[in-house]
């Protein structure tokens, strides 16, 4: 997992790797909650599946026109388009399930 700034979000988007960002905050009690989980879930992905993080409170401009509202919210992208987002995923399970209905197995 890699912190993301707006450039590097970009560059990342468009490339040909589907892309799982999470928008977090250093505050957000629930972010660092499932922070372990997104770790597990980026390892085991890692093949087919990149995963960055960016913090809202550092680049507000791109979280609010990603139109980011509530945080943790992972939105997953595949050649810069996103294909869903899911907020505040309770468990590695949820996350696992969003990217298999995107992705598949």
Same mark, same amino acid.
């Given at each position: 997992?890699?912190?993301l700034n ?7 988007? !468009?490339?040909?790797?589907? =892309?799982?960002?999470? *928008?977090h905050a #250093?505050?957000? =009690?629930?972010? %660092?909650?499932?922070? #372990? !989980?997104?770790?597990? =879930?980026?390892?085991?992905? %890692? ?15 791109? /979280? ?7 945080? #943790?919210?992972l939105v ?5 388009? /996103?294909?869903?987002?899911? =907020? !505040? #995923?309770?468990? %590695?399970? %949820? ?6 209905? *995107?992705?598949?197995?």
């Open positions: 997992m890699m912190e707006e450039n590097g979000y970009r560059e990342l988007l !468009a490339g040909e790797k589907p =892309v799982l960002v999470e *928008f #250093p505050w957000c =009690v629930y972010c %660092r909650r499932i922070g #372990p !989980a997104l770790k597990k =879930v980026a390892a085991q992905h %890692r093949e087919r599946l990149t995963v960055g993080l960016v913090n809202i409170d550092d680049s507000p401009e791109l /979280a609010r026109s990603e139109g980011i509202e509530v945080v #943790p919210t997953l992208y595949h050649k810069g388009e /996103a294909l869903g987002s899911i =907020v !505040a #995923p309770e468990s %590695r399970a %949820r996350i696992e399930e969003f990217i298999e209905d *995107f992705l598949g197995s």
